[in-house]
């Protein structure tokens, strides 16, 4: 009888030792798309979302470009195998460089490329009058059209 107990005992800390290790590779949907190298602390102003086909098909390396208006400034991420961005917190990038003017979400305009594929819509999932101190959702559908031409090939630094 105790060598039944003993090995159930065995097993479940076996179990319970590889979901221990399993779930921070599963850690809030992917703890490497969330944990941007980034100074820790609130974010100040960043937009996060998803670029998909009209098909449903999620799209890899696609180029998502922050133009910020006042100052001149673009910053641009790709999408990851999931169709998934962030942008680097541009509140913070402006705030380190020095601007201590305020932060104005109609300053901002987020656009995506890549060949092959035109966007056909944009869904905001923040407000037209975003205040600075949070991230924002921004989700893209983008539809093939072969006149589109291809975008550089961009550089990979890993």
């Not at 319970?16 to 590779?25: E, K, M, Q, T």
């Not at 402006?94 to 932060?103: A, K, N, Q, R």
């Amino acid at each position: 009888m105790k060598s039944i107990s003993r090995r159930k005992a065995v097993l479940g800390g076996v179990a319970l030792c590889s979901v221990a290790g399993i779930s921070r590779a599963a850690f809030a949907n992917g703890d490497d798309f969330f944990g941007a190298d980034e100074v820790p602390g609130k974010p100040i102003f960043v937009y996060f979302g998803t670029v998909k086909s009209d098909t449903g098909k999620y799209l890899d390396g696609v180029e998502v470009t922050m133009t910020i208006t006042e100052p001149p400034m673009v910053l641009v991420v790709y999408t990851d195998i999931l169709g998934r961005f962030r942008t680097l917190d541009a509140g913070r990038t402006l705030s380190d460089m020095g601007y201590t003017t305020e932060i104005n979400s109609k300053n901002f305009k987020v656009g995506v490329a890549t060949g092959g594929y035109r966007q056909i819509r944009q869904l905001n999932r923040a407000p037209a009058n975003a205040k600075p101190g949070a991230a924002y959702e921004m989700n893209f559908i983008m539809t093939k059209d072969e006149s589109m031409p291809e975008p550089p090939a961009r550089l990979n630094i890993d």
